[in-house]
């Protein structure tokens, strides 16, 4: 009897990142750059709607981007992973008896689920998620601001990483809903602390800037177990990053989580500052801004984008 052949398959092809995103910025820049800015923070609404850009970064540090991707905006609730990450390494796993891990299904500012849910926030993302989370570093840091700004620039290696004063002072300007949600959950003494002290925490965490190269960089560490391969900074356990990653994936992009795992197929955060984070575990980190906004609040060209990418690569995680 003859022995079993082998199957023999070929390695695929390294995917050649910069000629397909410049296949990308001419296929985008055909398409309508409809939706409004997030004009009810007063300081986003003067951002230029025409901006569009993208940077890939992978894991051995190929960088790869196209348009806009090297001017700083506010990246808004994707900075919420970020403090999710500080705060998780800082209370273990009793973090989760104050915030749960579902979707929301719900929008992200929903007093109605809150009160339903008896003060404890359907996952770290959404509004009064992420304000639990901004009283735990209250509780848990000395100086809160600057130690979590110090944490993102540590994992990161860009120093100069910082908030936006402006920008805080927009969002405290208009933070009403924000101040009923902490109230609320004050009610249910699931808030710690003084509650002015936590929302200017959670305002300025808000207001961080980067470019969509720095953000790429930034949260390589998700794709990588854990530690950023370009600093060789351990954020979190591989079993946290897993856990952060799969939060992503449920419930980054408010009520549209589902039709990004849909079309896109990566764990993400999105914020209304047009901006988007993607993962893909292994690989990459992409991220993407356009500032106009689809209406659950989600950058409709950044959507896109993504979808083009992962479609035309077959880099989706499922």
Known sequence: MRPAMACSMKPEPPIDYQTLFSELAVAIAKTKNDGKVASYIPELGNIDPA???????TIDNGNFGFGDSEEKFSIQSISKVLALALAYELEDEQLWQRVDVEPSGTPFNSLVQLEYEKGIPRNPFINPGALVIC?????????????????????????????????AASEKLTGFKNAALINLMKSYGNIKNDIDRVLDVYFHLCSIEMSCRELAQTFLFLAADGVNPLTNVRVTSAIKTKRINAIMQLCGFYD?????????????????????????????????????LNKRGNSRRGMKILELLTTRTHSSIF
């Open 51 to 57: 901006k569009c850009g993208a940077h890939l970064t």
């Open 256 to 292: 549209q989580a589902g039709e990004f795992a849909f079309d896109v197929g990566l764990p993400g955060k999105s914020g209304v500052g047009g901006g988007i984070i993607a993962i893909h575990p292994g690989k990459f980190s992409v991220a993407v801004w356009s500032p106009r």
């Open 135 to 167: 009283d735990i570093l209250v509780s848990r840091l000395q100086h809160p601001r600057k130690e979590f700004l110090e944490f993102v620039r540590k994992l990161s290696g860009i120093a100069t990483i910082d908030y936006h004063p402006e920008v």
